[in-house]
Nanobody, 128 residues
Framework: QVQLAESGGGLVQAGGSLRLSCAASGRTFSNYAMGWFRQAPGKEREFVAGINWGGDITSYSDSVKGRFTVSRDNAKNTVYLQMNSLQSDDTAVYYC?????????????????????WGQGTQVTVSS
């Protein structure tokens, strides 16, 4: 089991920034690719960003590319999501996820059906 705990969400004005953190405990953190997903009211959960086990390969959805940056610190068992130039469309519950598949660990690419463990989510609200 891997336990994931997100923090850092909140209310921010459009154009502002937030940094989400996800602390992991349990099994070896570096054995997993990590991902960030989000879910807005009435919508399906969607992929936002992913990072491979070593932290040198990342992937992003087109909607956040160039604005969000994912990173990880394996010594601290923590993954981060730096969100800049936030827009009202970014309002959602953000979830941290761990994917132990070899493909994700190497490529950073993950999807909802591949995720092994989820965090409880943290609310991000962007006011316009």
């Amino acid at each position: 089991q891997v336990q994931l705990a997100e923090s850092g969400g909140g209310l921010v004005q459009a154009g502002g920034s937030l940094r989400l953190s996800c602390a992991a405990s349990g099994r070896t953190f570096s054995n997993y690719a990590m991902g960030w997903f989000r879910q807005a009211p009435g919508k399906e959960r969607e992929f936002v960003a992913g990072i491979n086990w070593g932290g040198d390969i990342t992937s992003y959805s087109d909607s956040v590319k160039g604005r969000f940056t994912v990173s990880r610190d394996n010594a601290k068992n923590t993954v981060y999501l730096q969100m800049n130039s936030l827009q009202s469309d970014d309002t959602a519950v953000y979830y941290c996820a761990a994917d132990g598949s070899l493909y994700a660990r190497r490529s950073s690419r993950t999807q909802v059906s591949q995720v092994d463990f989820w965090g409880q989510g943290t609310q991000v609200t962007v006011s316009s």
